[in-house]
């Protein structure tokens, strides 16, 4: 007990203490700059002689730090000379750095709490803001395609407002391979990012490795943590206004065949297969070019104002945004919208308590057409045959009757009518208490709420005869009537599906950061907290027919005639999970020379049952500066190196709800009184042992600094990936599902990714007229699955053609996703060849692809597996990025350049129906011997040239030049006459051209079906080119 009031009594002694000693503090602002150029520095203020006390500049080079008259002040930064100076009065600083000495580095937000890039022991890479408005992206997470080493940005569609996919050093997980995005501490999923504006954005850090650790159970694909701008105390107000306007159009259009090529095509393949000619005049001319009909010019437009500055107690950062595009397919039907509002507070509410608030407030509305899938809007585009008109003279659309399942892409785009509209709340409460000069204890509520209302109206339509897409029964547009039992029919008209559903989700944490200095030489930093998080999400959806008049105006669930409201009908969800989290971190430095860093954390999820309902996630890093020995004062080249090693383990909980328990919510339909009455029935099979999976990753990293003006990073990693969750057909654990239900999950197989990754940067001496900069980055990665489940030979994936055979796997000892079929060489020239070839193949005729014996039994067997094998991957094995800018004077240029070697893509958007049009390769058919040893001759009969072979799989290598700008900024003495302080204006274009031998629209494909749907192009909806003209003005 004595003990106890001792401690006691020294506690409340220390605190007194502190509180005086806060009473003779001033808080001293300032702004840290480049001596050549008065531009912004991003550096380190801390008090001497321990610097226990410091702070980071932020994007303007401003500071606030808490200081007593007559301390010593060092002020240091990556890339230039450290400055020390003494305070004297409360009057703000201006501090000048002089450029190109090495010395400490910037500031890098990390896991509840930041560090200086010197005593970093992870992977992490920093994009900062400038970087990223220069690209004028309507994402932000398509900022960092081609500028961090390890992070692949694909794009599942080119829509606007369309979706992409955010790889973190490889797939890892046959579900949700997206990374944990934080957003000023506020969990966003990638869908969520389209509600940021990029121009908002102050830095965006990855943290790569294993010590993403500290974020536990959501970590095991990487984290992304993005700070938005935030206003400095000391600075006068600074409003900011930018705009761009821009005009959009289609990069690429595929060689489809004209009328006439395609008649004299036509021609030859009805021969071939001995029927009549269906062409007695070949002389069509182009006829109609459905390309140049769908595609069009769009507009997209930009607008931001912002505020940023200070009070006496409080700074801010206040902005507003519209954002428009209208899409290059559909114009105004394939649009996405996006109003944005944000406030950042940051109060002081006593000299050691600080208030910092962030709102964000945002409305999207997108509208959409079918795409990327069989049925698609462009997948009929490609398949329409030229020698029938857009319209027939009586003015109604044109059937396109010879081919049954394509559909005239005009007409389906005027009559699809699907929207979607989304009111998104984000917002965080903090509180930091500055105990003392060493330690901080902070505590933080987020949340995040999301209205989405959607629509969707299906018109009666009639596109032809045999049409499945039909919704009337002929060109009169008669109803069709549905029987609901015998002598009971009603008409089933025109209708609407509407929903409305929220999410949401609550965090709460509150932590402890340890940060103090030992003499001159020991560095120690300790955080340790908790985190509670909770989201949930519901929603009702219905349905009803014979809405009034045909029209999309009285698309309303209200305005249905529907007799009786039988065919109407409703449905609903809901989910709720949380995940309650303990976490620790300890790191401890010598000599800021010798580096190591430990973290802790346990996760309780319930997403999973209580016999694994609580993981354990370490990790351990450390880091040598070899550049700070004394006997490396030889070495004149290389300024600054630094060799980092990391091991971790992490987490991943992204399945549904309950998946470890059985629920009633499979499907079932049951007679009552003669009649088909829907209801449920048994779901999935429990499995009380489901837990997460878990990815364990070791890093080995070397930092370095040449000729003060050469960055360099290299990391080479391996991660693994065990307890994979899958839903398989059959488990033998489990057992089978009930008819109705759902296969259950379980925890099998292992994944494994080893890659190399470079990053480099290089800048010239900035002077007053001008500075080049450039970076470049490389990865290589090696993707394989270990193990699938027991009893389970392989998963499939997507498939080839309509109902066509399984394209793509999930198996072990292969990538991801890769690409199994037959492997052909060349084609067969004469029957003589057939005859005396080693290999039977049945059914071969001359002009027919000739495939590989692959398992030697001397038959190639279509009626199994057994002759097929790997013929291609859509994981690259290299991406790169290339970054240049170059200032002179008032002018400015830059350009960003991406590319990825190494992936394959399957051509599935050729309809294999005998009046379909096809793309222009066939020209150059096999028509007789010696003239085609690579394109198969064409004939209306059925052969094995359409089986999935890899003569349907290209290579997807491609260059694309991503953002080239030029600029000008107008001298200071013309911008103070206009009352500015600075204009500058721009020229812009992206996605300017790409260097591939990919045959369809769009090379860099995501995927949209799902991972093992990744490299599949069904008419991929593709990148626009945008050219851009713009203005950024401050005052």
């Known amino acids: 007990m004595r003990t106890f009031l001792r401690f006691s009594f020294v506690l409340l002694l220390t605190t007194s203490l502190s509180g005086i000693a806060s009473a003779q ?117 398509q900022a960092l395609q081609g500028q961090v080493a390890g992070v692949v940005i694909n794009t599942n569609s080119g829509s606007p407002g369309g979706s992409t996919s955010i790889r973190i050093r490889g797939l890892s997980t046959f579900g949700d391979n997206d990374p944990l995005i934080l957003v000023d501490g506020v969990v966003y999923d990638s869908e969520g990012l389209n509600a940021l504006n990029p121009n908002d954005i102050a830095s965006i850090n990855v943290l790569k490795d294993g010590t993403a650790s500290i974020f536990g159970v959501r970590a095991a694909n990487g984290v992304i943590l993005i700070e938005t701008k935030k206003g400095q105390k000391g600075g006068a107000p600074v409003f900011e206004y930018a705009s761009y306007l821009g005009v959009q159009q289609t990069a690429k259009r595929l060689g489809l065949l004209n009328a006439q090529e395609y008649a004299v095509l036509k021609n030859n393949a009805f021969l071939n297969g001995g029927q009549d000619q269906p062409f007695a005049n070949t002389a069509l001319g182009v006829g109609t070019d459905w390309q140049d009909a769908v595609f069009q010019s769009a507009m997209t437009s930009s607008h931001s104002l912002s505020a940023t500055g200070s009070s006496n107690q409080t700074t801010y950062s206040i902005g507003g945004s519209y954002f428009t595009q209208d899409g290059i397919v559909g114009g105004d039907k394939s649009n996405f919208s996006r109003y944005n509002g944000r406030v950042n507070l940051s109060t002081d509410m006593t000299s050691r308590l600080r208030l910092n608030s962030v709102f964000l407030f945002t409305h999207e509305e997108r509208k959409t057409l079918p795409e990327n899938g069989i049925g698609s809007v462009l997948f009929n585009t490609i398949n329409a045959y030229p020698t029938e008109p857009i319209v027939e003279e009586d003015g109604r659309y044109s059937y396109l009757a010879l081919v049954s399942d394509i559909i005239n892409p005009i007409a389906q785009m005027a009559n699809t009518y699907n929207q979607t509209g989304v009111n998104k709340f984000v917002g965080k409460e903090e509180l930091a208490w500055t105990v003392n000069e060493s330690l901080t204890w902070t505590n933080r509520f987020n949340y995040n709420y999301a209205l989405v209302d959607g629509r969707v109206f299906s018109p009666l339509v009639w596109y032809g005869p045999g049409k499945a897409q039909n919704t009337a029964v002929n060109a009169d547009l008669d109803a069709p009537m549905v029987t609901l039992a015998e002598g009971f029919s009603l008409e089933r008209g025109p209708s609407v599906y509407q929903h409305r559903d929220t999410y949401g989700d609550l965090t709460f944490e509150s932590y402890l950061n340890y940060d103090r200095i030992f003499g001159e030489d020991h560095h120690v930093k300790a955080t340790a907290g908790t985190s509670v998080f909770t989201r949930q999400g519901k929603g009702l959806g219905a349905w009803a027919f014979n809405i009034p008049n045909n029209s999309w105006d009285y698309a309303d669930i209200s305005a249905s005639q529907a007799a009786g409201g039988y065919l109407n009908g409703a449905s609903s969800f809901f989910f709720e999970e949380r995940l309650l989290s303990a976490f620790g971190r300890a790191e401890y430095a010598y000599k800021s020379r010798y580096l190591v860093s430990g973290v802790l954390r346990r996760d309780g999820s319930s997403k999973f049952g209580p016999n694994a309902r609580w993981g354990i996630f370490p990790a351990i890093s450390g880091a040598w500066v070899i550049s700070d020995e004394p006997a490396y004062r030889w070495a004149q080249t290389i300024d600054f190196a630094k060799l980092r090693a990391s091991f971790g383990v992490a987490g991943n909980d992204q399945i549904p709800n309950f998946a470890y328990r059985a629920l009633l919510n499979g499907e079932g339909v049951y007679p009552f009184n003669d009649l088909l009455t829907p209801g449920v029935a048994i779901g999935r099979a429990s499995n009380p042992d489901l837990k997460w999976e878990t990815t364990r990753q070791a890093n080995l990293g070397l930092d370095l600094r040449i000729r003060n003006a050469l960055n360099f990073t290299l990391n080479a990693f391996e991660k693994r990936t065990s307890d994979l969750l899958f839903q398989p057909e059959v488990s033998g654990v489990l057992g089978t599902y009930s008819a109705g239900g759902y296969p259950p999950f379980i925890n099998a197989g292992d994944v494994r990714n080893r890659g190399v990754e470079l990053e480099m940067a290089y800048a010239t001496k900035p002077t007053r007229t001008g500075q080049f900069t450039a970076s470049f980055n490389a990865t290589y990665l090696q993707n394989k699955v270990l193990r699938v489940p027991d009893g389970v030979d392989f998963i499939p994936g997507a498939g080839f053609g309509v109902g066509g055979n399984v394209a793509t796997r999930f198996e072990a000892g292969f990538p991801i996703g890769y690409f199994h079929g037959f492997v052909t060489d060349g084609i067969f020239q004469s029957q003589a060849e057939i005859d005396n070839s080693p290999v039977v193949q049945a059914g071969a005729r001359p002009g027919d692809l000739r495939f590989v014996d692959v398992n030697g039994d001397g038959v190639i067997n279509f009626s199994n597996n057994s002759d097929k094998t790997q013929i291609g991957s859509p994981i690259p094995d290299f991406t790169l990025g290339l970054n240049l800018s170059y200032r002179y004077k008032a002018f400015d240029v830059s350009t960003n350049l991406y590319a990825a070697i190494g992936q394959e893509i399957i051509r599935n958007y050729e309809r294999q129906q005998p009046y379909a049009n096809m793309l222009d390769y066939t020209i150059g058919r096999w028509t007789g011997n010696g003239s085609s040893n690579d394109v198969p001759r064409l004939t209306t009969s059925l052969t094995r040239n359409t089986v999935f072979s890899d003569f349907f799989v290209e290579k997807g290598d491609f260059l694309r030049v991503r953002n080239l700008q030029m600029g000008y900024t107008l001298s200071e003495s013309l911008t103070e006459r206009l009352g500015a302080r600075k204009v500058r204006m721009y020229l812009s274009g992206n996605n300017l051209f790409t260097l591939t031998g990919y045959q369809g629209f769009d090379p860099d494909i995501g995927n949209f079906g799902g991972v093992l749907a990744a490299g599949v192009d069904y008419g991929f909806y593709p990148q626009a080119r945008t050219l851009m003209v713009g203005l950024t003005l401050q005052f």
């Open 25 to 141: 503090t001033i808080a001293l602002t300032g702004q840290v700059t480049d001596r050549s150029d008065r531009s912004p520095v991003q550096a380190i203020v801390s008090v001497l002689p321990n610097g226990t006390s410091k702070t980071g500049t932020d994007f303007q080079g401003r500071f606030s730090l808490e200081v007593r008259i007559g301390d010593s002040l060092l002020v240091e930064a990556f890339g230039y000379g450290s400055k020390r100076l003494k305070v004297t009065s409360s009057q703000p600083l201006a501090i000048a750095l002089a450029p190109n000495q090495v010395d400490l580095g910037e500031v890098v937000v990390t896991g509840y709490g930041s560090s200086t890039k010197k005593e970093m022991t992870g992977a992490t890479s920093v994009v900062k803001s400038e970087e990223i408005t220069k690209l004028n992206i309507p994402r932000m997470d």
